[in-house]
């Protein structure tokens, strides 16, 4: 009977913070207090349909997945080794992030085991991959279609670093990038359309950089003067918050938001450690995070009050965003693009 009326107090607690925040209920099933129940009488609607999807970035079956948040079913799914040969797959075995771009017809993932690709959501065509190594942890898509990477592994020759890659669709496969940035450990990148600036962390700064694209044969990022001291060690994930100027920062004791404007940190009221992802979207979605139950990973999307989103038993989610449009980044028609 303690447990239940314990377990009761929380969902209560859970919807009056929530109420505070002035999101939505409809995100969540609350009958069930941790929203497991597999007796879900929602059926699972097609990926255009869907009113609340999430994209994933989950390591126990090395894949990028689209689950819809009411049913919780699984509506899209992408694996290497149903499109590569074992050693090419092998690069992909970890994946921790995915993106939605290009008017979310694409997906740009990362893995720390070494990849990094463009993924057509339609047929799943791979429109670009490499073998990044170095422990990939983002990428970005810049606006002439070139395609950067935030490499993390620190110490290593491949580590410490954003790449710079050519993106051409008639060869999607690379074999290197044209140019290197050091950046000691890159762990974040996210490109800002209005400043027309690439954001990234190293282990102590927040950095921008110019993309100087001017001659198609010679692209280059331009890292700019100023920077802005981080206010916590072990800076992770880097995300825009939804139709604002700022920008989430996850550190190893906190979530911050940075605003652009006053170029200041300030903590996030539901502030937790060691969060890999965090994603916000329109008022009534709420704000979704990663934040690990098990060593670097969870079997568990939640949202910042602690209220469950996602659940399967097995899997080792690394990082989850909203599949929803990225205002900050990319513009309302944003057609592939590949570098010419």
């Not at 604002?244 to 605003?259: E, G, P």
């Not at 979704?288 to 097995?314: A, H, M, Q």
Request: net charge negative; proline share 6%.
């Amino acid at each position: 009977m303690k447990n239940i009326v314990n377990k009761g107090f929380l969902i209560v607690l859970s919807l009056l913070l929530i109420s505070c925040k002035g999101e939505e209920l409809p995100l969540l099933d609350f009958s069930d207090p941790f929203g497991d129940s597999a007796d879900n009488e929602h059926p699972v609607p097609n990926l255009e349909d869907s009113e609340r999807p999430i994209l994933i970035s989950e390591q126990s079956e090395s894949q990028a997945l689209i689950v819809d948040s009411l049913s919780k079913g699984i509506m899209w799914q992408w694996k290497a080794y149903e499109h590569l040969n074992s050693s090419q797959a092998a690069w992909f075995r970890d994946i921790d992030e995915a993106k939605a771009v290009y008017n979310q017809e694409y997906i740009l993932l990362t893995a720390s085991s070494g990849g990094a690709a463009l993924i057509r959501i339609s047929d799943k065509k791979i429109m670009f991959y490499t073998n990044a190594k170095g422990s990939p942890h983002s990428a970005e898509v810049l606006p002439d279609g070139n395609i950067v990477v935030a490499c993390s592994t620190t110490g290593t020759p491949d580590g410490d670093a954003l790449k710079l890659y050519r993106v051409d669709s008639a060869n999607p496969y690379v074999d290197k990038e044209i140019k290197r940035y050091n950046l000691t450990f890159g762990h974040n990148v996210v490109w800002d359309k209005e400043r027309e600036i690439l954001w990234a962390t190293d282990d102590q700064n927040l950095y921008t950089y110019t993309y100087n694209n001017t001659d198609p044969e010679n692209p280059e990022l331009i890292v700019n003067s100023e920077f802005y001291p981080l206010p916590d060690v072990s800076p992770h994930d880097l995300s825009p918050v939804y139709g604002q100027n700022k920008l989430y920062l996850t550190t190893a004791s906190h979530i911050f938001i940075f605003d652009i404007a006053s170029k200041t940190f300030e903590r996030h009221p539901y502030s937790k450690r060691n969060v890999k992802s965090v994603s916000d979207g329109p008022a009534d979605f709420g704000t979704l995070i990663i934040e690990p139950n098990n060593s670097y990973w969870t079997n568990r999307v939640t949202n910042v009050v602690g209220s469950s989103v996602f659940f399967k038993d097995g899997y080792r989610m690394y990082k989850a965003r909203w599949f929803i449009d990225n205002p900050f980044s990319y513009p309302n028609d944003h057609p592939y693009r590949q570098s010419k």
